[in-house]
């Protein structure tokens, strides 16, 4: 089945407009969990210490099937 998956973040919304076949929902959880690590350590690379953002992974109707909800913080101290 070809699912899609949709992103917002930081007040901006990424449509996917091509979407991807996957086996079923599984398949398209595990991607889209691929996905928010990488946005996760893209954001941290960058210097951000906090990150927020949601993928919806929806079917060709906008049925939304999975809401995938990351709010991350990295808490620095300095030891010694």
């Known amino acids: 089945m070809k699912y899609f998956t949709h992103l917002t973040h930081d007040g901006d919304i ?3 407009a091509d979407g991807k076949e996957f086996a079923d929902l599984q398949a398209a959880r595990s991607e889209a969990m691929r ?3 990488d946005i996760v350590a893209q954001e941290l690379w960058k210097g951000n210490e906090t ?7 929806s079917d060709a109707f906008g049925q939304h099937f999975l809401r995938l909800e990351v709010n991350a ?3 620095l101290t300095r030891e010694g």
């Open 14 to 16: 990424t449509f996917d």
């Open 73 to 75: 913080s990295v808490h």
């Open 51 to 57: 990150v927020s953002f949601r993928i919806f992974v």
């Open 35 to 37: 996905t928010a690590g």
